[in-house]
């Protein structure tokens, strides 16, 4: 649960505090976007990019056909997933 404003970041950064995610992985992994919510203009760098990082690193190393989002929800906006879910 995000303290602020609900918004998703469009990449995972191999960075994890004051290190690497990944000694040998790319600066930057793309993550999918759902349209309707806003961009985050800031990104993190602890352990919710570090998962984050993780799993798109995998997706790409195993040419998965997944997609995933990093999204940071505001308490209030619960049921905005309910109305994501149905748009789908």
């Given at each position: 649960m995000s303290k602020g404003a609900t918004r998703q970041e469009p990449t995972a950064i191999n960075k994890f505090n004051r290190g690497?995610?990944?000694i040998n992985g790319e600066d930057k992994l793309s993550l999918?976007?759902?349209d309707s919510l806003?961009?985050?203009k800031k990104q993190t760098h602890t352990f919710?990019?570090?998962?984050m990082y993780k799993i798109q690193e995998h997706i790409?190393?195993?040419?998965l056909d997944s997609k995933h989002t990093f999204v940071h929800l505001n308490k209030n906006d619960l049921g905005l997933?309910?109305?994501l879910s149905h748009s789908r």
């Open positions: 690497k995610v990944s999918a976007l759902i806003p961009i985050s919710c990019n570090w998962a790409n190393a195993e040419g997933l309910e109305s």
